[in-house]
């Protein structure tokens, strides 16, 4: 059964037609990133068996500025000895552009990390500029053109809040954004980022928003910060929902027993991917309709975008 207003059957056609519908996610999404000190031969070892979806090598706040430079090497190290990223990306946190820091950082080009996660940033030309460094050191290392990804830590600074909808088109190595509560705190001379509550204050709500607005209007992944009490499992499990049902499609995660709970609440569970394709089917069953009833809900394009959105995301994550 049919309900609803009819589009011109052509309209509806090219919309079911189009790349943005079928192709889902341009590249795998990333549901886990797991921070691992770049200077801990224990941690590195144990992170690969991990089941995040990728890591992040930390040379930033994980490491003390007396051990960068052996972070470095070791970070470098890492990188070369797992060739095979198949299963899980391997990211390197590096020091802000503003450090002397991160020029010396960059030597993990070298290795060629799936991407680098650049903190403190004050805007999309932060990440130009980090862009223009990679299109050299990758020629230099042999390292494949534009496969190094970009993703800026983008709420760290206050100048950055004001920059969110910027970073469309700034760089095609431009992989996702993400946010961070505790160094914008810092900066701004607060003593806490929380409400008695337990809640954000509200700038930190407006950084979390303008992330994931920003990310979408980039057309980029947005990631969740990190949930910073890894005690506390029941906590992280009802953030990242909260952050899925948002419109964040992945997060950090700062220890290795939450990224498991975060895996979870970022793949589709069994009743979405019957109740989407459920969806799908009644569309197809329907050419030339825009809208469509199915137990008595009324259903558009958008309901049949997000339905797609999640098959695919099941498909790439089966449960």
């Given at each position: 059964?049919?309900?609803?207003?009819?589009?011109?059957p052509?309209?509806?056609?090219?919309?079911?037609?189009?790349?943005?519908l079928?192709?889902?996610?341009?590249?795998?999404?990333l549901?886990?990133?797991?921070?691992?000190?770049?200077?801990?031969?224990?941690k590195?070892?144990?992170?690969?068996?991990?089941?995040?979806?990728?890591?992040?090598?930390?040379?930033?706040?994980?490491?003390?500025?007396?051990?960068?430079h052996?972070?470095r090497?070791?970070?470098l190290?890492?990188?070369?000895?797992?060739?095979?990223r198949?299963?899980?990306?391997l990211?390197?946190?590096?020091?802000?552009?503003?450090?002397?820091?991160?020029l010396?950082?960059?030597?993990?080009?070298?290795?060629?990390?799936?991407?680098?996660?650049?903190?403190?940033v004050?805007?999309?030309?932060?990440?130009?500029k980090?862009?223009?460094?990679?299109?050299?050191?990758?020629?230099?290392?042999?390292?494949p053109?534009g496969?190094?990804?970009?993703?800026?830590?983008?709420?760290?600074?206050?100048?950055?809040?004001?920059?969110?909808?910027?970073y469309?088109?700034?760089?095609p190595?431009?992989?996702?954004?993400?946010?961070?509560?505790?160094?914008?705190?810092?900066?701004?001379?607060?003593?806490?980022?929380?409400?008695?509550?337990?809640?954000?204050?509200?700038v930190?709500?407006?950084?979390r928003a303008?992330?994931?607005?920003g990310?979408?209007?980039?057309d980029?992944?947005?990631?969740?910060?990190?949930?910073?009490?890894?005690?506390?499992?029941?906590?992280?499990?009802?953030d990242?929902?909260?952050?899925?049902?948002?419109?964040?499609?992945?997060?950090?995660?700062?220890?290795?027993?939450q990224?498991?709970?975060?895996?979870?609440?970022?793949?589709?569970?069994?009743e979405?991917?019957?109740?989407?394709?459920?969806?799908?089917?009644?569309?197809?069953?329907?050419?030339?309709?825009?809208?469509v009833?199915?137990?008595?809900?009324?259903?558009?394009?958008?309901?049949l975008?997000?339905a797609?959105?999640?098959l695919e995301?099941?498909?790439?994550?089966?449960?």
């Amino acid at each position: 059964m049919t309900m609803g207003t009819q589009f011109v059957p052509q309209e509806a056609e090219e919309i079911m037609s189009t790349p943005e519908l079928n192709a889902g996610v341009k590249s795998a999404p990333l549901r886990s990133m797991l921070f691992v000190p770049g200077d801990s031969e224990r941690k590195l070892e144990k992170s690969i068996s991990s089941p995040a979806d990728a890591l992040i090598l930390d040379l930033e706040d994980a490491v003390a500025p007396s051990r960068t430079h052996i972070a470095r090497g070791m970070v470098l190290e890492y990188l070369k000895s797992r060739p095979d990223r198949s299963r899980q990306k391997l990211w390197v946190r590096i020091n802000p552009l503003t450090t002397p820091a991160a020029l010396l950082d960059l030597m993990v080009v070298a290795g060629a990390p799936d991407g680098l996660m650049l903190p403190k940033v004050f805007s999309a030309q932060d990440v130009t500029k980090l862009s223009h460094f990679l299109d050299a050191l990758e020629v230099r290392e042999g390292v494949p053109q534009g496969s190094i990804r970009i993703m800026p830590v983008a709420t760290e600074t206050p100048a950055a809040l004001f920059t969110l909808g910027g970073y469309a088109g700034c760089s095609p190595r431009l992989a996702g954004l993400t946010w961070g509560a505790e160094d914008i705190a810092a900066a701004l001379g607060a003593s806490t980022n929380r409400r008695p509550n337990g809640e954000y204050d509200t700038v930190y709500q407006l950084a979390r928003a303008l992330c994931l607005t920003g990310a979408v209007a980039a057309d980029v992944q947005p990631i969740d910060t990190i949930w910073s009490n890894f005690s506390d499992p029941t906590g992280l499990e009802a953030d990242s929902q909260f952050a899925r049902r948002s419109g964040f499609t992945g997060k950090i995660a700062i220890h290795p027993n939450q990224v498991e709970i975060i895996n979870q609440a970022f793949s589709p569970s069994a009743e979405e991917v019957v109740w989407s394709q459920r969806v799908v089917d009644v569309f197809a069953s329907n050419p030339g309709l825009g809208t469509v009833g199915l137990e008595g809900k009324m259903l558009d394009m958008p309901h049949l975008k997000q339905a797609q959105r999640i098959l695919e995301l099941a498909a790439r994550f089966p449960q």
